[in-house]
């Protein structure tokens, strides 16, 4: 988010907010993941990756596009991270791929303050995550620091590469990593029950 920050491309007081709704969201997936059953979790993944696929043609992304800050903006937002937060705690992803899109349709952010404000939201999340599943001990912490550090060693060149690209080629790339998340929840569905047989 440093990167995008430096851009001007994060809206702090809708960060707020976003973040307001997700640290009660991530509470909140963190309770369910504790008590849903473990198959049901890919199913969850795919079904809420598909959703995001078909909510980024509901609208044409646009690169300009303040965040409102009306009140029913400000309803939204919290709401937006609510959903957001609850699919971080349950499923492990959920953050720009919930607010992103989020920000786009509910408040008519561009694409660049969307993803900027997305990363920053993450931070906060993300922490309050981890520290609920570090209680019940389901975080790998050495993996976590490793992917960790690889994603904000690469965050600039993956904000350089999104202002080389048109709001609806961010769209199309976005939905291809979307699609290669289902290809392997799949694959790994398929492994599983096979090694159960």
């Known amino acids: ?65 303040a965040v409102s800050l009306a009140p029913a903006s400000c309803v939204l937002l919290i709401l937006v991270g609510l959903c957001a937060g609850i699919l971080s705690g349950l499923v492990g992803v959920g953050g720009g791929s919930v607010i992103v899109p989020g920000m786009e349709l509910a408040v008519g952010a561009g694409d660049l303050i969307a993803r900027g404000t997305s990363l920053l939201v993450m931070i906060p999340t993300g922490i309050a995550g981890t520290v609920t599943n570090l209680r019940h001990r389901m975080v790998d912490l050495r993996v976590g620091l490793i992917v960790g550090a690889s994603a904000a060693a690469t965050a600039p060149v993956g904000r350089l590469v999104a202002t080389l690209v048109s709001p609806s080629v961010g769209a199309i790339l976005f939905n291809i990593f979307l699609l290669s998340i289902i290809a392997s929840t799949i694959l790994k569905m398929r492994r599983k029950a096979g090694a159960q047989r």
Do not use: D, K, M, N
Not at 1 to 7: E, N, P
């Open 1 to 65: 988010s440093g990167t995008y920050a430096l851009h001007g491309e994060v809206s702090w007081a809708g960060g707020a907010l976003l973040a307001l709704g997700a640290l009660a969201g991530s509470q909140v997936g963190v309770w369910l993941l504790r008590r849903l059953p473990a198959p049901s979790l890919p199913w969850i993944l795919i079904g809420f990756t598909l959703f995001v696929i078909v909510s980024q043609y509901l609208h044409v992304p646009t690169r300009e596009g």
